[in-house]
T-cell receptor, first 116, second 111 residues
Framework: DTAVSQTPKYLVTQMGNDKSIKCEQN?????MYWYKQDSKKFLKIMFS???????INETVPNRFSPKSPDKAHLNLHINSLELGDSAVYFC???????????????FGSGTRLTVV | GEDVEQSLFLSVREGDSSVINCTYT??????LYWYKQEPGAGLQLLTY?????DMKQDQRLTVLLNKKDKHLSLRIADTQTGDSAIYFC???????????FGTGTRLTIIP
């Protein structure tokens, strides 16, 4: 059973389109994240949700809107896609802060978004 | 803000030891992590160290932490072809669940 699963794995779309990426975790974690990895492999946090509540919102264009219907799901919707949005988007989750040692994140396998 | 730096590339002969270095700027970092990313895959947690420790060993992996210099290293003994990957260090400031990742070091194994 995959711990953090993202769909789709690959997404090719035209500029101007709207698309969504879904993420689900079955680890019982309270916190979920979206990270963007660019072509140089740099990883940057975009958003974090703790039990459906937004707790981190880095400087991201408002074309990106996360949605967390419950603590096991965190979806990312992107409006009016641009060429510069091409990247690999990783979802991750972690247990609630303070629950013993913080083991870091468990990552999904990524969604490679290509905007043409 | 926090900054985490790594060398971008490292080449090592098979069977030798690999040492991947990382420097960070946030003195409130509580945990520091090493992640491995194989081609086309997500990041896999390799090991972590708490900021009050100097060293941690886990099979072929040894993590050294110099808190005064804010320097972290990962040593992989007897490097194998399966160790080819990008290695990311990351730090977690006190009271913050956000991890800040380094730029990643691409480790290439020379046969």
């Amino acid at each position: 059973d995959t711990a953090v699963s993202q769909t789709p794995k690959y997404l090719v779309t035209q500029m101007g389109n709207d698309k969504s990426i879904k993420c689900e975790q079955n680890l019982g974690h309270d916190t979920m994240y979206w990270y963007k990895q660019d072509s140089k492999k740099f990883l940057k946090i975009m958003f974090s949700y703790n039990n459906k509540e937004l707790i981190i919102n880095e400087t991201v264009p408002n074309r990106f809107s996360p949605k967390s219907p419950d603590k096991a799901h965190l979806n990312l919707h992107i409006n009016s896609l641009e060429l510069g949005d091409s990247a690999v988007y990783f979802c991750a989750s972690s247990p609630r802060q303070g629950m013993g040692v913080f083991y870091g994140y468990t990552f999904g396998s990524g969604t490679r978004l290509t905007v043409v | 803000g926090e900054d985490v730096e790594q060398s971008l590339f490292l080449s090592v002969r098979e069977g030798d030891s690999s040492v991947i270095n990382c420097t960070y700027t946030d003195s409130s970092s509580t945990y520091l992590y090493w992640y491995k990313q194989e081609p086309g895959a997500g990041l896999q947690l390799l090991t972590y160290i708490f900021s009050n420790m100097d060293m941690k060993q886990d099979q072929r992996l040894t993590v050294l932490l110099n808190k005064k210099d804010k320097h972290l290293s990962l040593r992989i003994a007897d490097t194998q072809t399966g160790d080819s990957a990008i290695y990311f260090c990351a730090d977690r400031p006190f009271g913050n669940e956000k991890l800040t990742f380094g730029t990643g070091t691409r480790l290439t194994i020379i046969p």
